[in-house]
């Protein structure tokens, strides 16, 4: 997933070879990744695809099936993947992510660490963040999901930015060894507040924390233990809203027909598709409205910044 | 200038200060930010009197200043925060208080203060320091005692800002550069948000070793935090129309290391886009004026930052004690970014395409600029857009048919799908909101930015 060979890199043929992870794209709400492997064939509702046609392409290309059917065949990326993991867990997206990463401020280099692991949805971008030189260790007590999760970082290519540790990070904490080395700490965990003291620990001075959490009560324990070691606590929800953009014809000859956007929508289709020889007065249009479903909550992100005692 | 440069520790993160590194001060919690590089000459204004900035250097970054008198007169002094111990205790007692106190005796007049102006004078010639003072304050204070434990927090705060201020040190990074712009100055960075910055960099797979292209009109914030996610490895490449690269003084606060800044480079559109005509010479010269451009300027940092401290020339010459962890050349090292793009660079770029795309160009035509921009992008190139207008029309309607309004992100993300050149194709908007957390006193913040600007992304896909 990531380039990490830099003599490749500015000469780099992105083509698809055996064996390389692909993102198939159908369609923006169905995509899912798939190991290329030369004696396979993938079979949707578009008819067959045989892998062997795919490899020398290059990435972003279009692929057709027996019966002319066609997907995309993309590199993948963090934020693909996110939306084709399998959920093991509710998982973190890319707004959350995006802050996170960023208020977090990490760099290539930096010792991130992570609990819980969960299905590893954040995990690949902190990975990102730190290569090349960086490290991520996360943490899950459910030993399965640490299996599974180490198996994804397998195929994405990024095991060697990431370890995986099945501990009871509430219980236990962070291990030992890690302490005073960690520039950023991440939590997604039930009872955050359990952990902060072992955060803290783990922290170099101003490094800075944060916590995850649907519920406002959560925020207001894990606040509650923050300010006897850490400072400059922030909390921030943040959310996406998504526009839908269509062509449609606008009516501008008469006088009301500015309101064409409030037909059915069925009707704004047909209007669409018809003739317009009879009203020569319409001309075709983007439209752009808000999507009327979006997330309302995902979680609260709590940062704060570890005190300088020093 | 450079001869530390054999002996200098490489390290990608520093968290202590140096002499001539960057810094943000942040004063009485974020009143006033001042970037500012720390040196022997270097110096703060806070109210009436300047103080040396020679005390914050080789301090780690978090470190907070508080004024002190010393024999020479007052100077700035780093002071450590107590662990607050007792803060369950405090959370109980400021509840059961809480509920019994309300402010219905309490008269607001200029009486309720004994202490006059005069007397705060004398104590300060006699050597009271800030905090002494505003404890003065409180005692003298007729209605202090009569106040909500939560008005009374805010009294003492309004009087430490004032008679004791705060210094915090904080690292320059693209998070606190990007939140002191938007804050104090945020039409200088195209009022670009901090998650709206982290989400331009996620979307377009910013990562080590990817060859970045940017179009920055934003200062150089964008080109200075895709520097910061390189490390050191790949290219960021500002691409600009015309003949002149656009400004970039912010990635001069950033304290980039050498590797960093070679990793910045500029090319006009034009010449990327061309296919090699132009004569070696010709880059050459080419190569001079932009070099010339960059020495004429040597104080740009001055000019475009909140409230820098200019730093003196003579800084520049102070020897680095050798024990301190250096990254060398720090007044010169950030003239270094923004060097022309080499020829081989170019060169590859054009076979290869580039391995992502971000624009910031508030004031350019999206869709035209997108048009010449988009042979350079590698196939499966994830791309994001950002920009600040829900509309651009042309004021005088007769130009236009009347009935066409334009969302400029919406014409261009039609287009694209109308070419079949992208898929994956959204147009988001990032709405954040900031908490206040307390004991018994949570709420979302009184004041909230309202609008983090459009996204663009998707990713481009192969011309059939
Ligand atoms: C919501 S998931 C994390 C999702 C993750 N952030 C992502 O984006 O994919 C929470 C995870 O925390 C783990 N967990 C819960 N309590 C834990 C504990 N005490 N120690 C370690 N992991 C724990 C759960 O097993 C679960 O996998």
Sequence with gaps: MLPVDPNKKL?????????????????????????????????????????????????????????????????????????????????????????????????????????????????????????????????????????SAREDFEKTGLSSLVTVGVRDIQGQGFPDELSGFADSVFLDLPQPWLAIPSAGKTLKPDGVLCSFSPCIEQVQRACDTLRSNFTDIRIFEVLLRTYEVREGKRDCGQADGGNLGSLPRKRRQRSSEGNSAHDNLSYPSVMARPCSEAKGHTGYLTFARLKCLS | MSQNKSQAVIIQNPRVTWEGCSVLLDINDGDRLVFARLSAASTLKIGNKNFSLQPLIGCPFGSSFQIEIGDKGPFLSRFVASIEGNNAQEKEDFESQEISKDNRALVDNNKAQSLTGEDIDAMRRQGATGDEIVDALIKNSATFEKKTLFSQEKYKLKKQKKYAPKVLLRRPVARSICEAYFKKYPARIGFLRVDTLSLLLSMANVSANSDVLVVDMVGGLLTGAVAERLGGTGYVCGTYLGGTPYPMDIVRIFNFSDEVCNRIV????????????????????????????????????????????????????????????????????????????????????????????????????????????????????????????????????????????????????????????????????????EYQVLPSRTHPCMQMNAFGGYILSGTKICSS
């Design chain 1, 11 to 147: 000469s780099f043929t992105r083509s698809i070879c055996d064996g390389d992870l692909v993102i198939v794209y159908e369609r923006h709400d169905n995509m899912k990744a798939l190991k290329v492997c030369k004696d396979s064939v993938l079979q949707n509702r578009f008819g067959v695809f045989k892998h062997s046609d795919w490899i020398g392409k290059p990435f972003g290309t279009k692929v057709f099936s027996n019966k002319g059917g066609f997907i995309y065949l993309l590199a993948p990326t963090p934020e693909l993947w996110t939306l084709v993991l399998s959920h093991r867990t509710q998982i973190l997206y890319i707004a959350d992510i995006s802050l996170v990463i960023m208020y977090l401020e990490i760099v290539p280099g930096c010792l991130v660490l992570e609990s819980g692991t969960g299905s590893g949805s954040l995990t690949t971008s902190l990975a990102r963040a730190i290569a090349p030189t960086g490290h991520v260790y996360t943490f899950d007590f459910h030993e399965q999901r640490a299996a």
């Design chain 2, 266 to 433: 500029r090319a006009a559109l034009t010449e990327l886009s061309l296919t090699p005509t132009v004569t070696l010479e010709q880059i050459h010269q080419q190569e001079n004026e932009l070099n010339m451009e960059c020495l004429s300027n040597p104080q740009m940092s001055s000019s475009v930052s909140i409230e820098e401290i200019s730093p003196s020339e003579k800084e520049i010459s102070v020897p680095v004690p050798e024990n301190v962890v250096s990254l060398v050349n720090k007044m010169g090292k950030s003239t270094k970014a923004g060097n022309k793009a080499s020829q081989q660079a170019i060169e590859l770029w054009k076979e290869n395409g580039f391995s992502s795309l971000i624009i910031a160009a508030p004031e350019l035509d999206i869709w035209s600029l997108l048009q010449d921009i988009w042979p350079l992008l590698s196939n499966s190139a994830p791309f994001a857009i950002y920009h600040q207008y829900l509309q651009v029309a042309p004021c005088d309607s007769s130009l236009m048919p009347s009935c066409i309004l334009m969302m400029p992100l919406a014409t261009c993300m039609h287009n694209l799908q109308l070419g079949k050149m992208a898929i994956g194709l959204q147009i988001s908007e990032p709405w954040l909101r």
